[in-house]
């Protein structure tokens, strides 16, 4: 009979975890890297949740089963890299036969100007689903610095053990950026649907005037309608139009702001109501911002 969760357990520690997944104690209590071959995760464990207070980067090939991250399930057919931030939920039914993984406690970083910066990194924030998928080359690049991370908690720590690993961590946070633009680029048919089924779903949101009972369309509905996570639908938008999920959506509201002041006898207020807005100030600011004109303005030049 299969196990269903109730609760999720908050995990602070790199040791606690390390228990959860059968391997022994970490050499270094704030950072870990493991073969994912060496994890044994017993019955007891399988299908619990966990909030995980640390940063994980995963290289998972061959994998098999389901996973869980946030709300989504998701059946993997081929690996990747995926990056999970501190305090998301966590959730694995079966074991991966094959990968690695990487787990830093935010605590690691204090001091450092890559505390900071980690967070910049939006595909912490990526769904499972929209993992960083790596030509051989690519994977060659990010393992060489997984290697060295490994040796240098290996081998023995001193007092320029941190600084080593802080450098190759923030090594690896600009490979992947490199690498993701590169996989925005070169996965246009899959990123082209995207576009294509995201604006349907914003015509049929405005056609059928669901923006009147619903407000104005937020990115994270919208998202969630295309099943991937807000964070990568911006920055998928930035490489495909140069403007991110807000600034897509505040354009189609425009345009058919514009439509709607061209064709129709409606006052400003009733377009803004109909678009979503609840005052019509704020319909006005906004078109004024994006068209240097005034929606009145707007009308008489078609007059």
């Known amino acids: 009979?299969?196990?269903?969760?109730?609760?999720?357990?908050?995990?602070?520690?790199?040791?606690?975890?390390?228990?959860?997944?059968g391997l022994s104690k970490p050499l270094h209590p704030m950072i870990s890297f493991f073969d994912v071959k060496d994890v044994n995760i017993s019955d007891e464990q399988v299908g619990n949740t966990f909030i995980l207070n640390f940063y994980k980067i995963s290289y998972k090939s061959n994998l098999c089963g389901q996973a869980k991250y946030g709300q989504h399930y998701y059946d993997f057919g081929e690996?990747?890299?995926?990056?999970?931030?501190?305090?998301?939920?966590?959730?694995?039914?079966n074991n991966v036969s094959s990968g690695c993984v990487l787990l830093v406690h935010p605590d690691f970083l204090l001091t450092y100007p890559l505390a900071k910066k980690i967070k910049q990194h939006r595909f912490f924030s990526y769904s499972t689903n929209e993992a960083l998928h790596l030509s051989e080359k690519e994977?060659?690049?990010?393992?060489?610095?997984?290697?060295?991370?490994?040796?240098?908690?290996?081998?023995?720590?001193?007092?320029?053990?941190?600084?080593?690993?802080?450098?190759?961590?923030?090594?690896l946070l600009n490979y992947s950026n490199r690498f993701y633009k590169r996989q925005f680029i070169t996965r246009k048919a899959v990123n082209n649907e995207i576009l294509q089924k995201l604006e349907e779903v914003l015509n049929s949101y405005f056609n059928q005037e669901k923006s009147s009972n619903l407000g104005i369309p937020k990115v994270q509905k919208i998202a969630e309608e295309l099943?991937?996570?807000?964070?990568?639908?911006?920055?998928?938008?930035?490489?495909?139009?140069?403007?991110?999920?807000?600034?897509?959506?505040?354009?189609?509201?425009?345009?058919?702001?514009?439509?709607?002041?061209?064709?129709?006898?409606?006052?400003?207020?009733?377009i803004a109501f109909e678009l979503g807005f609840?005052?019509?100030?704020?319909?006005s600011k906004l078109f004024k911002s994006k068209t240097n004109k005034s929606p009145l303005e707007f009308r008489q030049s078609f007059n």
């Open 139 to 171: 994977k060659e690049t990010i393992f060489s610095v997984f290697k060295i991370i490994d040796e240098e908690l290996k081998s023995r720590i001193d007092d320029f053990s941190q600084d080593v690993i802080i450098s190759q961590l923030e090594l």
């Open 227 to 270: 099943n991937i996570s807000p964070s990568y639908l911006s920055d998928l938008l930035r490489m495909l139009t140069g403007q991110n999920a807000q600034q897509h959506i505040q354009n189609k509201v425009i345009e058919k702001a514009k439509e709607l002041l061209s064709t129709t006898n409606l006052s400003v207020s009733e």
């Open 79 to 93: 690996g990747g890299l995926v990056y999970t931030a501190p305090n998301q939920l966590f959730e694995v039914h």
């Open 1 to 21: 009979m299969k196990k269903i969760s109730v609760t999720s357990t908050k995990i602070d520690s790199l040791t606690d975890f390390h228990k959860v997944l």
């Open 278 to 283: 609840e005052h019509s100030q704020s319909f």
